[in-house]
């Protein structure tokens, strides 16, 4: 071709496409049949468009369409201009294709399958073509979510089986197995270390499962020093994994008291009580919790009760609690118990734990009776904790706690020895019945099982934190059972407002006295800047005694944190 007639031709060919790009045109697209032309349209494919180069593409895209809709056979038969402003695109769908059987070889685990609706066997499964991209979408991302990111699959093989099915193998290219090689945090820096080892379970050259990670940071949030911010993520290079978390640090230190008054049988004469209670948590970044109580009850009883908690020690996957308890009654006894615990965090939800508890108590009385006398008690201990929290709610975090002990030992005073096996449950339960309504139920106990009783090392109960409408601790027996119950009704977010009715069981074989009490009243409940802020009405009887209004109790407490 002479060189002049081919600048020609090219500059036709340019004016041509340029005054295609200039103006707006329209595609047609038709079957080989009509039936052929309404599947072709039901696909609502976009008719204008303002060049060539935007129409192409999207006969290409239908082409696609129509594949994955299972007409695998169907072709292109022609794309050509009817007139400036209108190109006309035939297909032939031919033969439709309904499902595919794919056969996988044990390359994946069929446990994926079970996630979704999948049909299938141990050797195959059977997927509508419809589905086809999106079920093998989901089958990667599961793969890739077991430690294998990289991983792609394949069909290879595709034949067809029969008029309306397809068979073909699945392959899986995997490439070498990722490991996590280092864990760094974000937001708050100083998170103790044992606690992503031991406590989220994440371990540096542990096998890579982002759906594991993820399951694994979101028990972050029932961490009272420690919530997520965002879900981790991982930046992967040509030889290491690296694992991002993103925490901050929360405000988890909290002092509690409140202030209790009411009539004395005896003096009519108003008098009050209350009790101050400090919990520091994780102030030296190592998730150690220390706690201290001091109460001054009515009857002239004050308790001093100091606890420590060191969670993970050394990094271990032991921590060992420290308690110190000293409880004085007037000028009648005191005693000191002492206790010591190595715990085991089972999972974010349950620990265990087995220790040693001593007891010393001192009769301050001038003789000793045969309900008061020095004692000295060993027990060997052994604790259950599960704890269920929902941290949505500000008001009451944690929704479900059962705490259960017990131990078994030997008590000493003047010359017997005796010995002695001691049960303690503290359980809760908040039933939600939606938003605004919900029931609070509670459970606590002690057992003493001896030969002989002293008045001295018998548990006591009573007041704000037992049977609501007594004195506090003005109550001692070797068994008891308090149940507490509230109905509860939200004002709004940060009010509630809810009844009291509580009951117990006591048996005193020390004096030979049971009984059973009871309480009733109302209180409510207000979220403030300074803290939780409570009021509560209550009053208490004996069973067959009328209630009386001068023997009510009135308590305020208010928790803040900091």
């Known amino acids: 071709m002479p060189f002049k007639l081919r600048v020609y031709k090219l500059i036709f060919l340019m004016l041509f496409f340029a005054n295609l790009n200039s103006q707006n045109i329209e595609l047609k697209v038709i079957g080989k049949s009509n039936l052929e032309t309404k599947v072709i349209d039901s696909l609502n494919f976009k008719k204008a468009h303002k060049n060539f180069t935007s129409l192409n593409s999207e006969v290409l895209a239908l082409e696609k369409k129509l594949q994955t809709l299972g007409y695998i056979d169907s072709e292109l038969i022609k794309l050509e201009k009817e007139n400036d402003s209108l190109f006309l695109a035939q297909f032939s769908l031919k033969n439709r294709f309904e499902t595919i059987t794919i056969y996988y070889n044990n390359i994946i685990n069929s446990d994926i399958f079970k996630l979704s609706d999948i049909e299938f066997t141990d050797s195959y499964f059977v997927v509508p073509i419809k589905n086809l991209e999106k079920t093998l979408e989901f089958i990667n991302s599961e793969i890739a979510n077991n430690g294998s990111p990289f991983a792609t699959l394949q069909l290879k093989e595709i034949t067809k089986e029969s008029k309306n099915t397809l068979v073909a193998s699945l392959e899986l290219v995997r490439p070498a197995g990722r490991t996590i090689d280092k864990v760094i945090v974000k937001g708050y820096e100083k998170f103790p270390k044992s606690f992503i080892r031991r406590y989220l379970k994440i371990k540096p050259k542990q096998n890579f499962n982002l759906k594991r990670i993820k399951e694994k940071t979101n028990v972050l949030n029932d961490l009272r020093f420690a919530n997520q911010i965002k879900d981790p993520e991982v930046l992967f290079t040509k030889d290491s994994t690296i694992l991002y978390m993103y ?56 308790t001093f009760d100091g606890n420590i908690n060191m969670p993970y020690l050394f990094a271990s996957p032991l921590g060992v609690e420290l308690n110190l308890n000293i409880f004085k009654k007037d000028s009648s006894f005191v005693t000191v118990s002492q206790a010591a615990k190595i715990n085991y965090q089972l999972d ?23 309900l008061i006398n020095d004692f000295k008690s060993n027990k060997y201990l052994i604790n259950y904790i599960h704890t269920r929290r929902q941290n949505y709610d500000f008001l009451f975090p944690v929704n479900f ?30 039933f939600n019945l939606n938003d605004r309504n919900s029931i609070y139920t509670r459970v606590n106990g002690q057992l003493i099982n001896s030969n002989t009783y002293l008045e001295n090392e018998l548990p006591r109960f009573g007041g704000i934190n037992s049977i609501r409408g007594f004195e506090e601790n003005s109550l001692f027996a070797n068994l008891f059972g308090v149940i507490n119950t509230e109905y509860r009704y939200r004002l709004n977010g940060n009010i509630y407002v809810h009844s ?16 059973k009490l009871f309480g009733f009243g109302f209180g409510f409940g207000l979220l403030t800047k300074a803290g939780l802020f409570k009021f509560n009405y209550s009053s208490g009887k004996v069973e067959n005694q009328k209630f009386k209004l001068s023997d009510s109790k009135v308590h305020i407490s208010l928790t803040a944190n900091f």
């Open 401 to 430: 706690l059962f705490d259960i002990s017990a131990g078994i030992g030997n008590r000493t005073f003047e010359d017997t020895n005796e010995n002695q096996t001691k049960f303690t449950i503290n359980s809760f339960k908040i």
């Open 247 to 302: 925490i901050e640090k929360n405000k988890s230190n909290s002092f509690d008291g409140f202030l209790g008054f009411g009539t004395n049988e005896d003096t009519n004469k108003i008098e009050f009580d209350g009790y101050l209670n400090l919990i520091l948590t994780n102030n030296l970044n190592y998730g150690e919790t220390l706690r201290l109580l001091y109460k001054s009850d009515e009857n002239d009883q004050k």
């Open 500 to 515: 009291v009715i509580d009951a117990a069981y006591f048996e005193n074989e020390a004096v030979d006295q049971k009984g």
């Open 348 to 370: 974010p939800n349950n620990s265990i734990a087995v220790g040693i508890n001593t007891v010393n108590s001192s009769n301050l009385l001038d003789d000793d009776t045969f």
